[in-house]
């Protein structure tokens, strides 16, 4: 049965299953495996120096002849980067307060000092993609500029930016881009707003009444995130307009995902009530696994520093974690399709089960369509 859409033909993809940059846990070994497997794999360029980006994007050509993507962020607070020194030392005191009950756990000395600045990488990062000609250019946390827009396709680069609410969907269509991701509340890791909304329930809208909303108002493809991980939820993407799926937490659990194996077991072990919402790990509001660093730090009533500022802050924290194999004080993105995740596969095994599961499900409903038993 054919499972083509639009979005396939837009992007020259076999099946219409797209994999999330997710940070550091999606590097090229993934997307290449994806990619191959027929769908879209997105290697993250967060944080990544335009060397570093470079040597991704020409480890995946090496290994595939398929297209891919490049995520990045165009969060406000990056680019250019919020300057430490603008921090009211007081704020950066309150954090070190709730990180230093955490360090003495782990037995990592006590910190008192700013952290240093984040790097301002996000412009030279786009600068290698449109050198580089990437397929396609995936844009989080952020809308990319018309302008933008129009230079990566003056060089053949496609845009697919993620929103998480209507009115950014319009806008998003009005810059040019070529596909919308409509992140719905479910979905695993940091919500993708430009500017961080003072609750964490702000552009929470659920993926099913999400996605038909943003089908409704915009006239390109729409690809569905947020507590997909099969292929049931493919085909309910498509019954409610979408032109395919976009997978993060199914792609976490698997062989050439970079998450720790500790990570990854978690992810076996829990279901779709063991998330959070909390901007504790990166200053942005995401959802991750539950776990005793992001309650007691909400507990606490620390404040947060801004986008990416905390991560460094608390980076020795998830150090020390990482090297003890625990994830009670290590960040563990994850959304509410956790509780389908049940075993680690290959990416490319992802894929196919994907719609090979698809496949199935639209033969039963054809069936059940004409009233066959």
């Known amino acids: 049965m054919r499972l083509r859409t639009a979005l396939c033909d837009l992007l020259g993809i076999e099946?219409?299953?797209?994999?999330?940059?997710m940070g550091?846990?999606?590097?090229?070994d993934l997307a290449a495996e994806v990619s191959r497997a027929g769908g879209l794999g997105?290697?993250?360029?967060?944080?990544?120096?335009?060397?570093?980006?470079r040597e991704r994007i020409r480890f995946i050509r090496a290994h595939t002849d398929r297209p891919f993507g490049v995520n990045l962020w165009l969060h406000s607070e990056l680019r250019p980067p919020v300057d430490v020194t603008t921090i009211p030392p007081a704020t950066i005191a309150q954090v070190h307060a709730t990180l230093n009950t955490f360090r003495a756990r782990l037995d990592v000395p006590a910190v008192t000092a700013a952290p240093p600045p984040a790097p301002d990488l996000v412009d030279a990062a786009l600068e290698v993609i449109l050198e580089e000609r990437v397929p396609v250019f995936s844009a989080a946390i952020g809308l990319p500029s018309a302008d933008m827009v129009t230079r990566c396709h003056a060089r053949g680069v496609k845009v697919v930016?993620?929103?998480?609410?209507?009115?950014?969907?319009?806008?998003?269509?009005?810059?040019?881009?070529?596909?919308?991701?409509?992140?719905?509340?479910?979905?695993g890791g940091h919500?993708?707003?430009?500017a961080k909304p003072i609750h964490p329930e702000v552009a929470m809208v659920g993926t099913m009444a999400l996605v038909p909303?943003?089908?409704?108002?915009?006239?390109?493809?729409?690809v569905a995130a947020g507590g997909l991980a099969d292929g049931r939820g493919l085909v309910a993407a498509l019954a409610l307009g979408a032109?395919?799926?976009?997978?993060?937490?199914?792609?976490?659990?698997?062989?050439?995902?970079?998450?720790?194996?500790?990570?990854?077991?978690?992810?076996?072990?829990?279901?779709?009530?063991?998330?959070?919402?909390?901007?504790?790990?990166?200053?942005q509001w995401a959802r991750a696994l539950r776990n005793t660093f992001a309650v007691e730090y909400r507990a606490a009533g620390a404040p947060t520093l801004p986008s990416l500022l905390q991560a460094v802050a608390a980076q020795d924290v998830f150090a020390a974690a990482a090297k003890r194999q625990d994830g009670e004080y290590f960040p563990m993105y994850a959304g509410q399709a956790v509780g389908l995740v049940h075993n680690v596969p290959g990416a490319g095994e992802v894929v196919e089960a994907i719609v090979r599961e698809a496949r199935e499900v639209l033969a039963a409903?054809?069936?059940?369509?004409?009233g066959d038993p």
């Open 15 to 21: 099946y219409p299953v797209l994999q999330s940059g």
């Open 24 to 28: 550091s846990v999606a590097g090229p």
């Open 42 to 53: 997105i290697v993250g360029g967060l944080n990544q120096p335009p060397d570093a980006i």
């Open 161 to 187: 930016a993620m929103v998480a609410t209507v009115q950014d969907a319009r806008d998003a269509a009005a810059a040019g881009v070529d596909a919308i991701v409509a992140q719905g509340g479910e979905a």
């Open 191 to 194: 919500r993708s707003i430009a």
């Open 213 to 222: 909303q943003i089908v409704d108002v915009v006239r390109v493809p729409v």
């Open 243 to 283: 032109q395919g799926v976009l997978l993060g937490t199914r792609f976490v659990a698997t062989r050439e995902s970079t998450a720790s194996e500790f990570y990854k077991k978690s992810l076996l072990e829990r279901d779709a009530d063991a998330t959070m919402v909390t901007d504790a790990f990166t200053g």
């Open 365 to 370: 409903l054809g069936r059940l369509g004409r």
